[in-house]
T-cell receptor, first 114, second 110 residues
Framework: GAVVSQHPSWVICKSGTSVKIECRSL??????MFWYRQFPKQSLMLMAT?????????EQGVEKDKFLINHASLTLSTLTVTSAHPEDSSFYIC??????????FGPGTRLTVT | GQSLEQPSEVTAVEGAIVQINCTYQ??????LSWYQQHDGGAPTFLSY????GLEETGRFSSFLSRSDSYGYLLLQELQMKDSASYFC???????????FGTGTQLKVEL
């Protein structure tokens, strides 16, 4: 099946700094990618839809100025958490559609803000 | 908005059969998917139902009733490795946007 990678797999940063997370589709092109956030023992919450060559679409309640998304190519989307705070500590996962019924998920990035 | 409800926890013994239910309220419904997630891992696709009825894939089967806004995942011949979280998810937004349910943690015991 199709492979989606994420980098880094985990990151620790200090409060107030910014962190960039990359999501790549390795063997297929993705005009759309999705970014999710998952807190421990909770469900995946869709944050935004990343669209190649255009602005991302954010879900209600997600701050677009805090979570910057750039989808500059057909295989790469990036999520930048700006001015990170401890409450932003979470598991961030990206996905790309693989046909009409399945999404391929990246392995996730665990962010810890100290 | 969208909402999907699942039982929070289910416990069963190895070799048994377990059913995980999912009820949903949504608009623009395309289909219902099921994903498995082990601790610290990424969700992996299990099944998808667009039409009413039962879909079978090996030990896993999934059912959908669109009129009842209800579906379930059936796991047979449970194995220890099936211990994981299971999420139902509705496909909306033109057919590629997933909204996940609350998740069910399955514990398989000896």
């Amino acid at each position: 099946g199709a492979v989606v990678s994420q980098h880094p797999s985990w990151v620790i940063c200090k409060s107030g700094t910014s962190v960039k997370i990359e999501c790549r589709s390795l063997d297929f092109q993705a005009t759309t990618m999705f970014w999710y956030r998952q807190f421990p023992k909770q469900s995946l919450m869709l944050m935004a839809t990343s669209n190649e060559g255009s602005k991302a679409t954010y879900e209600q309640g997600v701050e677009k100025d805090k979570f910057l998304i750039n989808h500059a190519s057909l295989t790469l989307s990036t999520l930048t958490v700006t001015s990170a705070h401890p409450e932003d500590s979470s598991f961030y996962i990206c996905s790309a559609p693989g046909g009409y019924d399945e999404q391929y998920f990246g392995p996730g990035t665990r962010l810890t803000v100290t | 908005g969208q909402s999907l409800e699942q039982p929070s926890e289910v416990t069963a013994v190895e070799g048994a059969i377990v059913q995980i239910n999912c009820t949903y309220q949504t608009s623009g419904f395309y289909g219902l998917s099921w994903y498995q997630q082990h601790d610290g891992g990424a969700p992996t696709f299990l099944s998808y139902n667009a039409l009413d009825g039962l879909e079978e894939t090996g030990r896993f089967s999934s059912f959908l009733s669109r009129s009842d806004s209800y579906g379930y995942l059936l796991l047979q011949e449970l194995q220890m490795k099936d211990s994981a979280s299971y999420f139902c998810a509705v496909l909306t937004g033109g057919g590629n946007k997933l909204t996940f349910g609350t998740g069910t943690q399955l514990k398989v015991e000896l």
